[in-house]
């Protein structure tokens, strides 16, 4: 009977008094002790209303009935597949739909729908990766800022492919603390990319210019990570520079100038398909045998081995394994002493190779001035100041 009675109101009442009637009869079917009769009118009453030309009307049911498991199931997927604006509460808390549901609406590519589905909490990861395959920038972002969703490493990097050039995107993927070394490098690669394409846009440098200049800043932020990756990490960020295209001898190199030596194994091992411990054997022996033929199984050029033999015979002598600086900086000594030892080879062959050792070694000289720089400074904070205590006449 109040059913039949309500029905009736409804066909005169204002909107804004239809959503607060139909929010009243959502926590009575809910909340209310109804006889079965007046269970199954309520519920017919509120599967009509999925009808009403209203979305205020329609957003009410999905209020009260968002965080309920036993609100009826065909009024909760009917909200689902509504608008965006009516649907939000339902996609964003509902424990009613199932994962195949939550991947289907992501699908649809509606931004505000994929938004709502980021954000639940307990997001199991098979969500989170349609999410990262198709879903909008706004709904990515709000994935990587929902502490409670499951999200494997495969789904961040898919995110990095997609939106890594947006500053937001960076930020919030730069500040989990389960970020794997290859996802931060992939990272650094679109920001470098970024940078280029606008320092072009905007011709303050020619483009192969500012593609160097990225390139080798991409190149030097790859060997600061793979210093600082915790242990077992550096292989995963190997296979990663490889199947992107970035391990060639120009990084390899560095990593060496730089005393990385454990990348350096890594890298050739990865590249010529020979066992870690055998490359270490033959890198730190220190007769040299065995490392040309490492070299070509691993197809580095030719042009460059002179720069690789005569780095790895300094760092074998006394004192160069123990340059100042962590293994993310390049080693001024080491670069000098290549320099020099390449340079009274057939200059005109290696023209190229000594032109990236110079700009290896002005690095290098640079980094150290700015050290020593800061060293001078930190003393002076330091040390009192004698003009600033005057002592008493």
Excluded at 261 to 289: K, M, N, Y
Aim: proline share 6%; charged share 25%.
């Amino acid at each position: 009977m109040i059913v039949r009675q309500f029905l009736h109101w409804l066909r005169t009442a204002p909107s804004g008094d239809r959503a607060e009637a139909t929010s009243a009869l959502a926590r009575a079917f809910l909340h209310s002790d109804l006889t079965d009769n007046d269970r199954a009118a309520a519920e017919g009453a509120m599967i009509m209303l999925l009808d009403d030309p209203s979305p205020l009307v329609r957003r009410a049911l999905a209020e009260v009935f968002a965080g309920s498991e036993n609100a009826p199931p065909t009024v909760v997927h009917a909200l689902a597949n509504d608008q965006p604006d009516v649907a939000e509460p339902i996609l964003r808390r509902s424990p009613l739909l199932l994962d195949s549901d939550l991947v289907e609406a992501v699908a649809s590519g509606e931004p505000a729908r994929q938004a709502a589905i980021a954000s639940r909490a307990g997001l199991p990861c098979s969500v989170s990766a349609a999410i990262a395959e198709v879903g909008s920038a706004e709904a990515c972002l709000v994935l990587l800022e929902n502490g409670a969703a499951e999200t494997v490493p495969f789904s961040l990097d898919r995110i990095v492919q997609r939106f890594g050039h947006l500053a937001a995107i960076r930020d919030a993927i730069l500040s989990r603390d389960d970020l794997p070394a290859a996802t931060r490098q992939a990272l650094v690669v679109k920001l470098s990319e970024t940078l280029a394409d606008f320092v072009t846009s905007r011709e303050w440098l020619p483009e192969d210019r500012a593609r160097r200049i990225t390139r080798e800043a991409c190149e030097k932020a790859t060997v600061t990570l793979a210093a600082e990756s915790q242990e077992g990490e550096v292989r995963p960020l190997i296979r990663h520079l490889r199947e992107s295209g970035q391990l060639n001898a120009g990084l390899i190199l560095r990593s060496l100038l730089s005393g990385n030596v454990e990348l350096f194994e890594e890298a050739l091992a990865e590249l010529a398909q020979v066992p870690l411990t055998r490359v270490v054997g033959i890198v730190h022996d220190r007769r040299g045998a065995g490392f040309r033929a490492l070299y070509d199984k691993a197809g580095l050029p030719a042009s460059t081995f002179p720069a690789f033999r005569e780095a790895l015979e300094a760092m074998r002598e006394e004192g160069f394994m123990f340059e100042p600086g962590s293994a993310s900086r390049l080693k001024r000594r080491i670069i000098e002493r290549t320099l020099t030892r390449c340079e009274s080879e057939a200059p005109d062959e290696i023209e190229p190779l000594l032109t990236l050792l110079r700009r290896y070694a002005a690095e290098a000289a640079r980094e150290e001035a700015r050290l020593f720089c800061d060293e001078l400074v930190a003393d002076d904070a330091i040390a009192p100041d004698a003009d600033l205590h005057p002592v008493a006449a």
